[in-house]
C-alpha cells in the first residue's frame, strides 16, 4: 500500500484549517433574530451600566460617611 508522504501541516495552518471547517457547520442566525438579539444586548448593557453607576455612587457615600469627609 503506497502511503502519502507529504509534510504534515503546520500549527497554524491546522488551526485555521480546522477554524473554518467549524465555521461550515455553523447555523447562523437571521437577519431579524440577529437585530433582535443585537437591541437585547444593548438594553442589558444600558441597564447593568445604569445598576453600576447608582452602586458606584452608593459606595462613594458610603466611602465619605465611614472616612468622615
Known amino acids: 500500500m503506497a502511503e ?4 504534515a ?3 497554524p495552518q491546522l488551526f485555521f484549517r480546522e ?3 467549524e465555521l461550515r ?3 447562523w442566525p437571521t437577519w431579524p433574530e440577529a437585530s433582535r438579539l443585537t437591541i437585547l ?3 442589558v448593557m444600558t441597564v447593568v451600566g445604569i445598576f453600576l453607576a447608582i452602586v458606584q455612587e452608593i ?3 458610603l466611602l465619605k460617611v465611614l472616612l468622615g469627609s
Open 41 to 43: 444586548v444593548l438594553i
Open 19 to 21: 477554524t473554518f471547517g
Open 9 to 11: 501541516p503546520s500549527g
Open 4 to 7: 502519502k508522504k507529504g509534510k
Open 59 to 61: 459606595s462613594v457615600l
Open 25 to 27: 457547520k455553523v447555523t
